[in-house]
């Protein structure tokens, strides 16, 4: 999963806000206002291209407003990507500041309408129509008001410290920033308490199973001890170069920052979830028992896959994958010998010591062992890199329990932080070694650390388009990645090769069981077991997994979808090319234009497989030059 904070297509944002995630971009900034700028419109070759007050000029001028006023609106998105003008605040969650930026977005759409699109060059009209997509979106989205669910066991206020680990501590300034988010908590979290309140009223309200994670969550932030607190962290090892005295001054404000507003809010939101919260939340667990319930999960879908795919339709695309890929599956067990049943053999995948570490330590060098032997091999599938580098880190112990396997963090846009691979220690004996290579593959190379950085890199774009994406592209590629372990060497062994199965065949469970809970009315309880017998996943994951369905309608869908549509483009490439097909060149053509929805990807393809046909000599040579 990728979880890019800002919400990522796969993951929660530190103000988790259920009406952002179903966007489409991954908002993030630039660091300076000379890189929000965006570059001349490309295909500015035409003269009317750089006229002042021409269509493409008024189209980035109105790019370069709207991305200023999305990180404006959103400075944790904003600190994560290295951009400090707002490090001293959090989102304004008031009804106000929500209602205000949705007329923003209706604003916005007017003017974008208002250019002339077949005035536009060619590549200005694809980024014309990407912008268009998703301001609609946005504005359609408004409609199911989702942000009056603004938490889950995920991510949300109650989890507000870990933006720490996304943030520079290099300067007095840095430290002050932080002194002033401290000091702003309380309005963060009595307005995050505000919301709930309206979610009640209007019976909004998140399902009680996976609301009864938080209160655990919560505690940890309720601390005697001011430096105990999870939002000490940053004060623990400051920078020598900032004088001594200042040290002790900023850990001073921060001491009492943290003890006379931090705590405080902290307890009144634990009295505020406990007594009023909890009890309020619903016993149902899919989208179908929300207010509009139906019509939501429905956007969800679309919103989630680029299609038109219902969700009746994506439950029996899940069905026949699942059954595909239980055939591959099985013939892996007949090769190792193993005598019994399927699920005799899931069984001993997940209870044999032999698959599993006892030391945390031991589990994180394996993932960084791993990922340093993926990295040589990718230029046999790949003529572009991306220059950023990524590390390997560990989950924060304060949300490991609660979360998924494995994340990804990307870049920060000027450069100063690498891309992370963020890996889950805790439990290491439900971390199984048949899944490390696949994880890996995914989350880092060839997977979201090479399409994310390289999407950051495409310079010629503008700044919605470098730094965002469309969840089915992003989570396609991720999970297309994982498909070409065998290519780089990977998946000798035949358990590593039924973990790559075990991970294709949970986003193929994902398809039925995210259908099934969010339309057609499957209990938790149905999920999870025709989860378990299908897939070698351990019963901690497994719950785990089915409770961030639960709490992200739709999300799920768009790895499966996604890869699918990259696998039929890569065959259609094969059958038309035959001798003339290149690997590397396909891979590169699919990255060049960063995240895009399924259909545009499509033509994307098919523009590349006509201009090889067109370019190439009979004999197959000289194929390179033809790429894009």
């Not at 520079?168 to 430290?175: G, H, K, P, Q, S």
């Not at 220059?387 to 396997?405: E, F, H, L, Q, S």
């Amino acid at each position: 999963m990728h979880a890019d904070r800002p919400p990522r297509p796969d993951s929660p944002s530190i103000v988790l806000c259920l009406s952002a995630l179903l966007s489409t971009a991954v908002s993030t900034t630039p660091v300076t206002a000379q890189t929000t700028a965006s570059p001349q419109p490309r295909g500015a070759a035409t003269a009317e291209a750089t006229v002042p007050g021409s269509p493409a000029d008024r189209l980035y001028a109105l790019f370069d407003r709207e991305w200023e006023r999305t990180m404006r609106e959103n400075p944790e998105w904003a600190s994560q990507l290295g951009d400090r003008r707002w490090n001293d605040r959090w989102q304004d969650l008031s009804p106000e500041a929500i209602a205000a930026s949705h007329a923003a977005d209706r604003t916005a759409l007017e003017e974008l309408l208002a250019i002339e699109r077949d005035a536009l060059p060619p590549d200005a009209r694809l980024d014309y129509d990407l912008f268009h997509q998703e301001l609609e979106r946005a504005i359609e989205g408004y409609r199911f008001r989702m942000f009056e669910i603004p938490l889950n066991q995920r991510g949300g206020v109650q989890t507000a410290d870990e933006i720490q680990e996304s943030l520079r501590f290099t300067e007095v300034a840095d430290y002050e920033d932080w002194i002033g988010r401290l000091s702003r908590i309380g309005t963060l979290v009595d307005r995050t308490t505000a919301l709930m309140e309206r979610g009640i009223a209007a019976g909004r309200v998140p399902p009680r199973v996976i609301m009864e994670r938080i209160p655990d969550q919560i505690a940890k932030q309720v601390v005697d001890d001011p430096e105990a607190s999870p939002f000490w962290k940053a004060f623990e090892e400051m920078p020598e170069e900032i004088p001594a005295a200042e040290r002790e001054r900023l850990r001073r404000e921060g001491r009492e920052a943290i003890a006379e507003v931090v705590l405080p809010a902290y307890r009144r939101f634990q009295r505020f979830f406990a007594d009023r919260y909890l009890p309020a939340t619903r016993a149902t667990v899919g989208a179908w028992d929300l207010p509009e319930g139906e019509a939501f999960y429905r956007f969800a879908t679309r919103a989630f896959t680029t299609t038109d795919l219902t969700p009746e339709e994506i439950h029996e695309i899940g069905l026949a994958e699942v059954a595909r890929i239980r055939s591959e599956m099985e013939t892996i067990i007949e090769e190792v010998g193993f005598e019994g049943t399927f699920a005799e053999f899931l069984d001993h995948l997940r209870t044999d010591p032999k698959f599993y570490y006892e030391d945390p330590e031991e589990l994180l060098e394996a993932y960084r062992a791993t990922a340093k032997k993926i990295d040589p091999e990718l230029v046999k599938l790949f003529g572009r890199l991306p220059r950023m580098p990524y590390g390997v880190k560990p989950i924060p112990d304060n949300v490991a329990p609660d979360t998924t396997t494995a994340y990804y963090s990307r870049p920060a846009a000027d450069g100063s932080r690498a891309g992370y691979y963020y890996v889950n220690l805790y439990r290491p004996e439900v971390r199984p070694k048949y899944e490390i290579e696949v994880l890996t593959v995914h989350e880092a190379m060839p997977g979201h650390h090479l399409q994310l950085a390289l999407s950051q890199e495409l310079g010629e774009l503008p700044a919605f388009r470098r730094f965002g994406g469309f969840t089915a592209f992003v989570e396609g590629w991720g999970l297309y990645s994982e498909s070409l372990g065998d290519e780089l060497g990977l998946y000798q062994d035949p358990y590593s090769k039924f973990g790559q199965l075990t991970y294709e065949m949970w986003r193929a469970v994902r398809l039925v069981v995210d259908t099934g809970i969010h339309a057609k009315k499957w209990s938790r309880q149905q999920a999870i077991d025709l989860f378990a017998a299908n897939a070698a996943k351990t019963e901690h994951d497994i719950v785990n997994e089915i409770d961030r369905y639960i709490a992200w309608p739709g999300q799920a869908l768009a790895y499966k979808i996604g890869e699918l549509k990259i696998q039929e483009l890569r065959r259609r490439a094969e059958e038309r090319l035959g001798e003339r097909f290149d690997v590397r060149g396909f891979h590169d053509a699919v990255l060049a234009q960063g995240g895009v929805p399924l259909d545009v990807l499509e033509r994307q393809i098919d523009a590349w497989i006509a201009a090889r046909l067109a370019a190439a000599p009979a004999a197959g040579a000289g194929l390179e030059d033809a790429a894009p």
